[in-house]
């Protein structure tokens, strides 16, 4: 077989608690978005995109869901022959078993499969990030440079940079500092959470951290500092694109809204850097002669008879006669009985508007009103 | 385990679809903003649980191999069975009548012989219903017959289509061609269970008349043979022409219609693409209508069936149409009982209307 010059490790392990209900029953990587997506298909895409193959994808955290969408890769083009999607769980040994204790941790438990396969460079990756970008883009640079380890960055404006890992730099974009979440940020370049190393590189420093009780097992806590510490070759390569975490319910919220736009942030119709997913058989969606849909996005499998403004609606959503959903976004399956009002509402997978119920409020500033998954709303 | 396996016939033509079989075998033509005429035979298919299918094919072929592939989205990409792709013949065949020649089936005798089954389902793909083929087995083995047609009571036909006439007795007399103007018939769905045996010896009988229909030859063999009709009380449709197919296409849009076709526990299979969710803008203004993903729709529309990554833009208006795949619908053009073939571009402005009786089809040539 040929060797691989680089294969990416994607986190998707976290439970992504702030987006409370969207994940009580499923990881964050697989919460749905954008009507037809689950937030890993971006960057899915961004890797069959950037000729990336091979993707191990470690789960821990309510996995069923994210298993089976993943399934053997095929809807991302990731199963051709020399590729491959590789699910990676937690495991047991003759030690005993545990759980992924972060990030880097995950990462080291999986050298056996990482050794498998043998790269050069292994690129990390977290499953709840939006974005398109071009990872080889990233790859030559690291290899024109020689660096040890490559940091995807981001310029943000000095008030958000106290939320991040933060990079300073010398001219050459040589990283001469990393802090995590700085009081006092020193720069502005953020770190996307997107990392390439050289294998040999990092082989050494998981297994170096691993035997450290006092390491908390993050590439950002310790893997970097201690790369930084030895005087490895560290680079920031900054990108220009769109990136969002999507980490609150206000973030998802306005991640999905964006979409809706004339010119969106994220250009889902864009065919040079499609966004692929695992598509599920629904027929094409019906508006009916009661319905009325007006800048939205709709999904196939939904029946409209009712109307439905600015809003985002996943496979397979029944709106009713009568019903109004305004400014929301419904997941996949939820079905808005007659005469319901749905305002700036979060509509969980499966679940049920009543017949007349009211959800959320038009009210400025009002919060987000959020239905979970397969409840009943009255 | 005894086994259930399919047969389709593709290789059949009709000058009736006019331009819209110019390019593509009637098997290939797209319906339903998403699927492609195949598709209903062969998810009923593989919605029975068949797993292997064997597809013969008319002379351009090549659209309908696009579509297929290995048959993966049908499930019939497999290590056992399967999708079995079987050459039809390309000369002296009589277009004028069968849809599935003996011919057809001699030339591919070692898909009858070497895939595993006890009886078959022989079908075309001019029909459109949602079946399911283990119901229609269930009534052979119990009637104790040979074979089994599929027919729908007091349907309306067209030339070229099959009535069953039954005796007194409820017992199948005899299976003709429809005569002009004749309503209200039982009319033959283009489905038949027929057990493997028998099949083989009808084909091995007609070998030296081979131009003949299958369903001819069990016609002329009635006697010799145990034969039963089952009732299909579904929804089902004829499409023989260009008139039947913007009629069904416009049935589509009555929900019962649609549920029943396409909501029901047995889901119609197509090829995926992939695309997008439909971008509507706030210009839009849409009513009654079946529209495909990928789609970008800024103008109106309305009793219309648009497929997938088409573009409609601001002013445009589009009634009683169908707008297949890849077309721009430019600014305030209107169109109405119209059928806009795939990847038309229609200028700004632009207007074409047709009657209801008459659609004008637009094709790029």
Partial sequence: MQQKECI???????????????T???????????????????????????????????????????????????????????????????????????????????IFKNIDFIDSINPKYVLILSGDHLYKMDYNEMLKYHKKVGADLTVSVINVSIEEASRFGIMSVDEELHITKFTEKPKKPESTLASMGIYIFTWSVLRKALIEDSTD???????????????????????????????????????????????????????????????????????????????????????????????????ILSTNVVVEKGAEVTNSILLPNVHVKAGAKVTRAIVGEGSVINSKAKLGSSAKNAEIALIGDNEVYK | MEK?????SANYNDARFGKLTAHRPIAAVPFG??????????????????????LITPHLYRSLMDHLGSGKEFGLSRKSGGLYILPGST???????????????????????????????????????????????????????????VYKKNMDGDVGDIVIDFDDRGRVKSIRRLKK?????????????????????????????????????????????????????????????????MDVSRELLDSKVMKELFMGDRLIHTK?????????????????????????????????????NTCIEEGAKIKNSIIMQKCFIGAKAILENVICEKGVVIEDGEVHKGTSAKPIIISRD
């Fill in chain 2, 33 to 54: 903003s998403r699927y492609r005429l195949i598709d209903f035979p062969l998810s009923n298919m593989v919605n029975s649980g068949m797993t292997s299918v064997g």
């Fill in chain 1, 24 to 106: 009580k029953r499923i990881a964050k990587p697989a919460v749905s978005f954008g009507g037809k997506y689950r937030i890993i298909d971006f960057a899915l895409s961004n890797c069959i995109n950037s000729d990336i193959n091979t993707v191990g994808i470690l789960t821990q955290y309510k996995p069923y869901l994210l298993n089976s969408y993943i399934g053997n890769g095929e809807g991302w083009d990731l199963d051709g022959l020399n590729g491959q999607v590789s699910l990676l769980p937690p495991y047991f040994t003759e030690e005993g078993g545990s759980w992924y204790d972060g990030t880097a941790d995950a």
């Fill in chain 1, 213 to 311: 009780k006092k390491s908390e097992h993050d590439f950002g806590k310790n893997i970097i500092p201690n790369l930084l510490k030895e005087e490895k070759r560290l680079y920031a390569y900054e990108f220009k694109g769109y990136w969002k975490d999507i980490g609150t319910i206000d973030s998802y919220y306005e991640a999905n809204m964006d979409l809706l736009k004339d010119d969106p942030h994220i250009d889902i119709f864009d065919r040079d850097m499609r966004i692929y997913s695992n598509s599920n058989i629904s027929p094409p969606h019906f508006v009916g002669s009661t319905g009325k849909v007006e800048k939205s996005l709709l999904c196939n499998g939904c029946v409209i008879d009712g109307k439905v403004t600015n809003s």
């Fill in chain 2, 272 to 308: 995926i693409h992939d695309a997008p969710p439909v971008k509507y803008f706030e210009s839009a203004k849409v009513k009654n209508a079946l529209v495909g993903t990928g789609s970008i729709i800024k103008g109106t529309i309305e009793n219309s069936v648009i497929f997938r």
């Fill in chain 2, 91 to 149: 000369y002296g065949f009589d277009l004028g009548k069968g849809k599935f020649s003996i011919r057809d089936c001699k030339g591919n005798m070692q898909f009858f012989e070497r895939t595993r089954f006890d009886r078959l389902v022989m079908s075309t793909c001019s029909k459109i219903y949602n079946i399911d083929y283990r119901d229609v087995e269930k009534y052979h083995l119990d009637k104790d017959v040979n074979v089994t047609f």
């Fill in chain 2, 4 to 8: 259930l396996a399919g047969l389709i």
């Fill in chain 2, 181 to 245: 103007k004749e309503k209200k018939v039982n009319l033959y769905l283009d489905s038949t269970l027929i057990d493997k045996n028998v099949i083989i010896r009808i084909i091995d009988w007609y070998k030296d008349n081979s131009y003949m229909d299958v369903i001819e030859a069990i016609a002329e063999n009635l006697g010799r043979l145990s034969v039963a009709a089952y009732e299909f009380t579904g929804y089902a449709r004829s499409i023989n022409s260009v008139k039947d197919y």
């Fill in chain 1, 8 to 22: 990416a490790m994607l986190l998707a392990g976290g439970q992504g608690s702030r987006l409370k209900a969207l």
